[in-house]
């Protein structure tokens, strides 16, 4: 599928709209928004086994045709590796290894992000990108909630 260049900044202007309008909002719930500049978005998540932040690039490239991609960074923005308790790992927080994009770098395998997409194929984006759980805000906002569960563990 092509995309439109147009439409792909459009939606992501539009969906990206709730983070800067309600940027103090999200800070009290554990998310603090750093920077949304198309086609990148970047976080702060306040992980509380750490009981400090963890930052999260979103890149949004493509998207309404396609889903994001996330991946942990560190304060330089470069990508944060497995092995140095610095990232979450359990349930759909993965390491580099196996990346279904082939990216040396982190990933997330929850619907909604892009590496889950191409890995099952039995939730195409195309049917879920509507709903507002699988938006930017929502993606956000339940990636934090993952984090934070008790099967999720510093790798």
Request: charged letters at 20%; hydrophobic letters at 40%; proline letters at 5%.
């Amino acid at each position: 599928m092509i995309s439109d260049p147009l439409l792909v900044r459009m939606k992501f202007e539009s969906d990206s709209l709730p983070l800067v309008k309600e940027a103090a909002n999200f800070q009290k719930t554990g998310i603090r928004v750093i920077k949304v500049n198309f086609p990148v978005i970047e976080v702060a998540l306040f992980w509380k086994m750490k009981q400090g932040e963890i930052l999260l690039r979103i890149i949004a490239d493509e998207y309404d045709y396609l889903p994001v991609q996330g991946y942990w960074i560190n304060e330089g923005g470069e990508a944060l590796l497995s092995g140095q308790g610095l990232i979450p790992q359990g349930i759909g927080f993965q390491a580099e290894g196996g990346n279904p994009l082939e990216i040396p770098r982190t990933w997330l395998c929850f619907r909604g992000w892009r590496e889950y997409h191409e890995c099952h194929l039995e939730v195409l984006w195309s049917a879920i990108r509507n709903l507002s759980q699988y938006r930017i805000p929502g993606l956000i906002t339940q990636l934090y909630s993952d984090l934070n569960r008790a099967e999720v563990q510093a790798g």
